[in-house]
């Protein structure tokens, strides 16, 4: 273990990330920390990490695959980590980030060990998509001596494809928001992707259904993508255009503002681990509405905190009249009470630092 200090640990991710950026802060007081960006860092990161201890690639990775820029800089992360001689790599988002971490090692002969952290679409898509991902999905998982996931679904195919220890523990919330804005009863919020695997249409079909039953409902969409015109022009179709708004990618506080007044979250993605969007909005008292996913049903339970919506139209039908049976106000005080318990990072950042501790050789 490194002297002065405790442990000696490196990032490797997405600088761009406010995610990793979540990890930096939580991590920064309590290790050595050192990052790498695939791409490159966010001003915070300057402001936590000095420029020793930061390497950006500046490459434009596709957490798809076909990352060959990202391969080509290996000799340069390889050199900067013997340099470095950390005493553990700490890989986010697991076919990119996380094959870098084993091929450095590897090829450097480094004595740190990997901890590796699954962020949904690298276990829950990637190794479907053909042999030669799951192969190297399974060859990053095994050289991982931990691993972290946000939901006991996603930690179950992370052992079936050669996890060894799994740690599981949502990617929380830093601090509970103030809870002092007064809610509009039919106020829907949505901030997924605006991409084929949120499913933003379907949210757009739901609220439809939604608007019909109840004239004061109103819907913001937030977040931008590939699916942003088509959904637009959907809207305007629908005669819902001055009941949607479309408000595009948002800071935290602007996104904590929205949170504040919204009844309903609308979180409807084909695939997914536990959303940290959702307990967000959970956090601020909103009752969510979501796909039926086995992550989605271990944050809301069937119907205990929440809705759980099918991924057929066809099951929209029955949404106003559900959502009209519950008790919202009683909903939001169940809902941050649970997030309190169970949905905070800090607790879980300093029980994944304690047993890489007790994982380090003296």
Known sequence: MSLGGGLKLVLIGDGESPHLLKWARALQPRVQLYAISSRGFLPEFLQLLPDARRLALNTQPDHAGGNVALIKQLPRIGAWLADTDADWLHAHYLTSHGSLAWAAKLGWRLRAQIAGS?????????????GAWRWMTKKVLRHCAITTSDSL????????????EVMVFPFGLEAMPKNNAKKQPWLCFANRGLEPIYQPQLVVDAFARIAAAQPEARLVVANDGSLRVALEADVAARGLADRVSFVGRLDAQAQASHYARATWLLSLPQSDSVSVSVLEAMGHGCVPLLSDLPANREVIGDSARGLIVGMQVASLDDLPARMAALDTSKLAAVNRDWVAAHGLFEPHVQRFLTRLKELTPA
């Open 118 to 130: 699954a962020w949904g679409s690298d276990i829950l898509v990637t190794p479907q998509r053909g």
């Open 153 to 164: 679904h996603m930690a179950e195919r992370m052992r079936e494809l050669g996890a060894g």
